[in-house]
């Protein structure tokens, strides 16, 4: 689910973080959410910067749509939450979540969805007093938009429920599909044709032009934005994955030990930026899928093997963090989109950090949308990785991303003030005092010398032995499916009774237990299917 303003969980039909699941409120019948008398005399304020549209019919609603939201929706509910001012509809949050295949999930899904929207608003003060309800979805082979409109009628009707069981009531209910819109509130056919209504031609309303003169844009769809950070599927694929292959067999050895691990770690930084340079000095591209066709050409195979595995290590990936604003953000923001587009195959887990880090410096840089998808994307890949779920969680309850930046420039100033000496010991030994806590942080825990390291989340087969930390496991003379990693990192610092930080669930040796190297895991066809933003307790991966 994409929320706009308020909670939200995965970009499909996940869960949502701070859902409302107490007992349903009675008296839940139709008749509680009313028609109004007259649609085309109800005002909806969107209000900008110093602007004020109104939109009174639902033609003008259905065009307003991508402009509420940032981008077309397909396949979609949309709920939208009006506030009452002077007598008119003001927009409130937005939700989006995925139309679920099966018809039985629409009732789950649209309480989850209602009771998600609302219970955000609460939180910020502001209740929502009537709801305007979107179902967005192309006709199937065969379908027509209006036999669209009547298939998803009982799915209109459920919400209409769910929002009248909080006393909500839906003032307006549109399907639209087929480059027409039909309302499931209005049956004057004079207004609202039983054959639909045709849409207006893209960016001729006033809502559009009012949004072109603010300089707002619309991104297109979503599935346009996901296709900018999913693995690649043509021939060069299998040379991506066989340059993985390699790099894993080299540099896991190293990072097992704890001087190879910081030398790597070294090696790996240098390279991005080096990268990262090489995209910023390489010329502009007009259109999006020419510039990431060009990214592509600018990262070789083995480089992109090398930084994949590189920043599966959770210091790495902090001190990569840290490119996150001003000149350095957009190169570093193209180089990750180009990594998460190479883990390929059997490493579709690994994408976790480069869209990790590509959701964050979207939310750094304003980006709000591209950062949530990112960041659900990333809790796709791997729903246990921790700094993916803490991100998702402080962008979608509106936090600012200011504290975390300014967590990440004192890690950085600190890094620049300390000997050689002191450098070297940071990268593998957990801070006591002095950490930085992200603003989604868990509750203090004790720390290790309290309680024993947590369980294994995979265990070695019987009568196994190995002096290392973890048993680095090989299926066909491939390397493991995950690397190890040390615990300290900036999404892991948590509070500590003396007022510092200290890590969670480290073991004694310093390294995070229960994962194993790069190729034995899911791959991404097995993988979990959606994110589970609200997710608590359990060890995580970071």
Known sequence: MTNHGETTGSPENGDISGRDTGPRTPGGDE??????????????????????VTLRSPAELADALPYLLG?????????????????????????????????????????????????????????????????????????????????????????????????????????????????????????????????????????????????????????????RLQPWEHSAAREQEAALDAAGLALIPRILDAEGRHEVAEETLGLAERIRGRLADAPPVPGVLPADLRDDELLGHDEAAALILGLQDRTTR??????????????????????????????????????????????????ELE????????????PDYLFARLLHQACNEGLDPESIRHC???????????????????????????????????????????????????????????????????????????VPHPRTSVASARPAAGGGTRPGGADESGTRPGTAGPGVGRRRGTSQPRAQAGRQGGEGEE
């Open 31 to 52: 008749d509680r959410t009313p028609r109004p008398q007259d649609v085309t005399c109800t005002a909806y304020d969107s209000r900008g910067d110093g602007q004020q």
């Open 371 to 382: 950062a949530r998808e990112a960041l659900a994307m990333a809790l796709g890949a791997d």
């Open 318 to 367: 902090d001190r990569a963090a840290e490119w996150m604003e001003g000149d350095e953000a957009g190169p570093a923001l193209r180089l990750w989109r180009a990594l998460a587009r190479r883990c390929v195959g059997a490493y579709g887990e690994h994408a976790a950090a480069p869209l990790t880090l590509a959701g964050w410096v979207a939310w750094s840089t304003g980006d």
């Open 71 to 227: 981008y077309r929706p397909e396949d979609s509910i949309v709920l939208v939450a009006l506030h009452d001012k002077d007598g008119r509809g003001r927009f409130g949050g937005r939700a989006r979540l995925g139309i679920p295949a099966n018809p039985d999930d629409w009732s789950s899904a649209a309480r989850q969805l209602t009771h998600g929207l609302v219970a955000g608003s609460e939180r910020r003060g502001a209740r929502p007093e009537q709801m305007v309800v979107f179902l967005c979805h192309e006709p199937g082979r065969g379908e027509s938009g209006r036999q669209v409109k009547e298939r998803l009628g009982p799915l209109a009707r459920t919400l209409r429920l769910e929002c009248g069981a909080l006393d909500i009531p839906v003032v307006e209910a549109l399907c639209v599909s087929d480059g027409r819109f039909w309302s499931y509130c209005c049956d004057d056919e004079g207004c609202c044709p039983a054959e639909g209504t045709p849409m207006g031609l893209p960016g001729t309303s006033v809502l559009a032009a009012a949004a072109t003169y603010a300089g707002l844009q619309v991104r297109g769809t979503l599935r346009e934005l996901r296709a």
């Open 408 to 482: 990440l420039r004192s890690e950085r100033e600190g890094r620049g003030r300390a000997t050689p000496d002191e450098s070297s010991a940071v990268a593998t030994e957990p801070r006591q005092q002095g950490g930085c806590e992200p603003p989604a942080a868990e509750p203090a825990v004790p720390g290790p010398e309290a309680v024993p390291p947590p369980r294994r989340r995979r265990t070695r087969a019987p009568g196994t032995g190995s002096a290392l930390p973890r048993r680095v496991r090989t299926e066909g003379g491939r390397p493991g499916r995950r």
